[in-house]
């Protein structure tokens, strides 16, 4: 059973950091590309950021100079840097990769930022 593992989310003050980690096990023959998506209440999901196997990356317009996406190709791993954090970005983070040719996601962690 692959599964996406998330974990550092928490609550931050505005201009803070956070660094999101999700680690993918299982039996994993490919996986690619690697990404973060995020949901507000009452809004949709959206993707924030996406990289692919060889490290090109692109984010979503709000995000970009702030968040920067990495991924150890050798850990199955990817990792989201949040800096200067504002209350919009407060949501559910998801982790999601496209490994073995399907689609999956993260059990979701939870982003507030929030003096």
């Known amino acids: 059973q692959v599964q996406l593992v998330e974990s550092g989310g928490g609550l931050v003050q505005p201009g803070g950091s956070l660094r999101l980690s999700c680690a993918a096990s299982?039996?994993?023959?490919?996986?690619?590309?690697m990404a973060w998506y995020r949901q507000a209440p009452g809004k949709q999901r959206e993707l924030v950021a996406i990289i692919t196997r060889g490290g090109s990356a692109n984010y979503e317009d709000s995000v970009k100079d702030r968040f920067t996406i990495s991924r150890d190709n050798a850990k199955n791993t990817v990792y989201l840097q949040m800096n200067s954090l504002k209350p919009e970005d407060t949501a559910v983070y998801y982790c999601y990769a496209r490994i073995n040719d399907s689609r999956t996601w993260g059990q979701g962690t939870q982003v507030t930022v929030s003096s």
């Open positions: 299982g039996s994993i023959f490919s996986i690619n590309p």
